[in-house]
Nanobody, 116 residues
Framework: QVQLVEFGGGLVQPGGSLRLSCAAS????????MSWYRQAPGKEREYVAT????????NYADSVRGRFTISRDNAKNTVYMQMNSLKPEDTAVYYC?????????WGQGTQVTVSS
């Protein structure tokens, strides 16, 4: 059973930083790409970033490119997202996700609020 558990959300001022973590279990983590999505109040869930299984390639939404960095530690079955220069429009619930055996799985999400 695939399980994804996010950590690290919170309240931060504009211009600040946060680091999200997602602990994965129930599948061979190193064999799968991992992604982050987010959902702001009243909006649809949107794509944020992906990292390939061997960390050889990353991809970002235009809205976060240059500010967010996705990384992974296959020894710890964990994917991270370092978020810098945060803006109020980054406020959302952030979800870790993986497509395992044709099924997209999600974590429970972690709230990130950017406000002064």
């Amino acid at each position: 059973q695939v399980q994804l558990v996010e950590f690290g959300g919170g309240l931060v001022q504009p211009g600040g930083s946060l680091r999200l973590s997602c602990a994965a279990s129930g599948f061979t983590f190193s064999n799968y790409a991992m992604s982050w999505y987010r959902q702001a109040p009243g909006k649809e869930r949107e794509y944020v970033a992906t990292i390939t299984r061997a960390s050889g390639s990353t991809n970002y939404a235009d809205s976060v490119r240059g500010r967010f960095t996705i990384s992974r530690d296959n020894a710890k079955n964990t994917v991270y997202m370092q978020m810098n220069s945060l803006k109020p429009e980054d406020t959302a619930v952030y979800y870790c996700s993986a497509m395992v055996r044709g099924v997209r799985s999600w974590g429970q999400g972690t709230q990130v609020t950017v406000s002064s």
